[in-house]
């Protein structure tokens, strides 16, 4: 190596760790930020280290007076039944659009490839008129039944059955098994990494949603996680900046635990989605 070589190795280095310290730095104000006291916050120190150690604040938030709970456990249902929805609805469209020989299959390929142009937010007022007409407002099924498949994943889904070998299918069938035998017994255990893949991105999705649960979920005991936060507001104090931070870490912690069970299964994922 040469000594150029080395040296734009070494500003390289230099410039990913600032750029992962600046990156880092509000996870770890607002993870210290839960435990200081609100006027310890509102006082503008940059500094990490609470002056006040305090655990007031997770306390207030898994009271009994908080529906933070609630929140906690509307979202935890949320987002796993409308990920087993997605997990099932869209492997098994990228299956057909990828291995079934059917009437107009290239052309809803190429209408779901046109669908994913479009923003989520041109479709909020007809889904709202849509569930009012079916008189789901104010419910669960509000948050789920818009969102029970996602194209980029069926895209993603049909690109991975693509590459899959047929010789794996072929043999099934002279065992015998159909094709949904074939599909639920073989293909779907090996297409594990890519589905692993597509559960973590369906979950975030989920938990991190806002906008769909402030426009249908009027109740506050329905609310979900992230519209719950923003609760922590009162008109003569303002932001509640303690409680606030404490909910938000919490929060995150699905998040982390989700990505370290299917953290192999994901590097693998992506790397079979690339290699197309």
């Not at 008129?129 to 994943?153: C, E, H, K, R, V």
């Amino acid at each position: 190596m040469t000594e150029k070589s080395k040296i734009l190795k070494m500003i390289l280095y230099i410039v990913l760790i600032v750029y992962a310290i600046i990156t880092l730095y509000p996870f770890l104000w607002a993870l210290a930020a839960s435990f200081k006291p609100l006027k310890e916050i509102v006082s503008g120190s940059p500094a990490l280290m609470p002056k006040h150690f305090t655990l007031a604040n997770y306390q207030y938030i898994t009271g009994t007076s908080s529906l933070f709970t609630r929140w906690f456990m509307n979202s935890v249902i949320v987002s796993i039944i409308g990920t087993i929805v997605n997990l099932f609805l869209n492997t098994m469209a990228g299956y057909a659009l990828a291995r079934l020989n059917f009437p107009g299959r290239q052309k809803i390929y190429y209408g779901f490839l046109a669908l994913m142009m479009v923003p989520t937010q041109v479709l909020l007022i007809p889904n709202y008129l849509i569930l009012m007409n079916l008189g789901m407002l104010d419910t669960f099924g509000s948050l789920i039944l818009p969102a029970a498949i996602n194209i980029a994943n069926i895209f993603m889904m049909r690109q991975f059955f693509l590459s899959f070998p047929m010789d794996v299918e072929e043999a099934a069938e002279i065992d015998g098994l159909g094709r949904i035998a074939t599909f639920f017994r073989i293909v779907m255990p090996l297409a594990r990494p890519s589905i692993a893949t597509q559960a973590l991105f369906v979950f975030m999705a989920f938990w991190n949603n806002f906008m769909q649960p402030m426009l249908y979920i009027s109740t506050p005991k329905k609310y979900t996680l992230t519209l719950g936060l923003q609760t922590f507001t009162s008109q003569a104090a303002g932001v509640r900046w303690d409680h606030t931070m404490a909910a938000s870490i919490v929060s995150i912690i699905p998040i982390i635990i989700l990505y370290i069970i299917f953290n192999g299964y994901f590097l693998q994922g992506v790397r079979m989605d690339g290699e197309k």
